[in-house]
């Protein structure tokens, strides 16, 4: 039995760690604390099952960080993220400028002039004063945030449409844009 509840804890907690460490937004995260929770209730079993206080209190602690990750990413993240998709969409048919969520800035695919993925949008730059969106940071290539690329774009080429982040560049056109340093951006 302590073998079963070892190997289903290994398993959980090898899957969680894939979906959290993968970044791909608060549902993708909230089902990893999910399956943290089952790793953690397993490794507690196995704790039991061998006699090792030390694995049963520190998976009892982490049964519980993992239930808050549950709360924070499925209940809280989620709730503020529908709340900024139903804010554009309500933006979208009233009179006036639509609005976007500044959070799809840091996780959006940036779409060139034929609507080929040119790169992913990993922050944006904004003026202080005005609150004006400057520029846009771009990653291309790599694999896993290995040998990936950074370029800026300037909002002034870029805009959202239809929730995609977009520019009206061309693959070519993108690529000749300078790179910047991962931990150097433009202060201006």
Avoid at 79 to 85: D, N, V, Y
Wanted: glycine letters at 12%.
């Amino acid at each position: 039995m302590d073998q079963t509840a070892s190997w289903i804890a290994t398993a959980a907690t090898i899957i969680a760690a894939c979906f959290t460490a993968s970044n791909l937004g608060s549902r993708i995260t909230g089902i990893g604390f999910i399956i943290f929770t089952i790793g953690s209730i397993a490794w507690f079993a196995t704790g039991l099952l061998t006699g090792q206080p030390a694995l049963v209190w520190t998976n009892a602690v982490m049964t519980l960080l993992n239930l808050f990750g549950v709360y924070r990413w499925l209940g809280r993240q989620a709730k503020l993220e529908t709340g900024a998709e139903k804010a554009a969409e309500e933006s979208a048919a009233a009179p006036g400028e639509d609005l976007f969520p500044a959070s799809s800035l840091t996780a959006s695919r940036l779409l060139g002039r034929g609507g080929e993925a040119l790169g992913n949008t990993v922050d944006a730059m904004l003026s202080c004063k005005g609150g004006t969106l400057r520029y846009l940071v771009v990653a291309q290539g790599g694999v896993a945030g290995v040998g990936e690329t950074f370029r800026r774009v300037d909002w002034h080429y870029a805009g959202v449409q239809d929730g995609a982040v977009k520019t009206d560049m061309s693959p070519a056109e993108f690529e000749a844009l300078p790179q910047i340093e991962k931990d150097r951006w433009p202060g201006r």
